[in-house]
Protein backbone atom coordinates (compact mmCIF):
# COMPACT_ATOMS: atom_id res chain seq x y z
CA UNK A 1 0.00 0.00 0.00
CA UNK A 2 2.45 2.80 -1.47
CA UNK A 3 3.78 4.46 -3.94
CA UNK A 4 3.15 1.58 -6.59
CA UNK A 5 -0.10 0.43 -5.16
CA UNK A 6 -1.93 1.43 -8.63
CA UNK A 7 -5.24 1.00 -6.39
CA UNK A 8 -4.61 4.01 -4.00
CA UNK A 9 -4.60 7.83 -4.67
CA UNK A 10 -1.37 7.48 -3.63
CA UNK A 11 0.10 5.01 -5.94
CA UNK A 12 -2.26 7.03 -9.06
CA UNK A 13 -0.57 10.36 -8.07
CA UNK A 14 2.71 8.78 -8.51
CA UNK A 15 1.77 6.74 -11.98
CA UNK A 16 0.18 10.02 -12.93
CA UNK A 17 -3.15 8.49 -13.48
CA UNK A 18 -6.49 9.09 -12.80
CA UNK A 19 -8.92 6.47 -11.20
CA UNK A 20 -11.45 5.26 -8.90
CA UNK A 21 -9.12 6.07 -6.14
CA UNK A 22 -8.38 9.60 -7.41
CA UNK A 23 -11.05 11.38 -9.86
CA UNK A 24 -10.43 14.20 -12.26
CA UNK A 25 -11.30 17.29 -10.28
CA UNK A 26 -14.03 19.28 -12.51
CA UNK A 27 -13.29 22.64 -13.15
CA UNK A 28 -15.76 25.60 -11.91
CA UNK A 29 -16.75 28.13 -14.51
CA UNK A 30 -14.84 31.30 -14.94
CA UNK A 31 -16.04 34.25 -13.09
CA UNK A 32 -17.71 32.12 -10.48
CA UNK A 33 -16.43 32.22 -6.14
CA UNK A 34 -17.23 29.91 -4.08
CA UNK A 35 -18.84 30.47 -0.88
CA UNK A 36 -16.28 30.45 1.88
CA UNK A 37 -16.89 27.83 3.91
CA UNK A 38 -16.98 28.61 7.77
CA UNK A 39 -15.54 26.76 10.36
CA UNK A 40 -17.40 25.14 13.76
CA UNK A 41 -16.36 26.95 16.39
CA UNK A 42 -14.99 24.07 18.89
CA UNK A 43 -15.53 24.77 21.88
CA UNK A 44 -14.31 23.22 25.17
CA UNK A 45 -16.49 23.70 28.45
CA UNK A 46 -15.18 22.66 31.20
CA UNK A 47 -18.16 20.09 33.72
CA UNK A 48 -18.52 20.72 37.25
CA UNK A 49 -17.13 18.25 39.32
CA UNK A 50 -19.83 15.77 40.20
CA UNK A 51 -21.10 16.00 43.75
CA UNK A 52 -19.75 13.14 46.31
CA UNK A 53 -22.63 11.49 47.85
CA UNK A 54 -22.12 10.65 51.52
CA UNK A 55 -23.40 8.21 52.88
CA UNK A 56 -25.76 8.47 55.75
CA UNK A 57 -24.98 6.78 58.76
CA UNK A 58 -27.95 5.74 60.81
CA UNK A 59 -27.75 5.58 64.85
CA UNK A 60 -28.47 1.48 66.15
CA UNK A 61 -31.42 2.11 68.93
CA UNK A 62 -31.14 -0.09 71.69
CA UNK A 63 -34.45 -1.22 73.36
Known amino acids: MGK???KTAKGKR???SYGN???K???KAAGTAAAPVAKKATKT???APA???V???KAATKE
Open 4 to 6: GDR
Open 14 to 16: YNS
Open 21 to 23: ARG
Open 25 to 27: ATT
Open 45 to 47: VAK
Open 51 to 53: AKK
Open 55 to 57: AVK
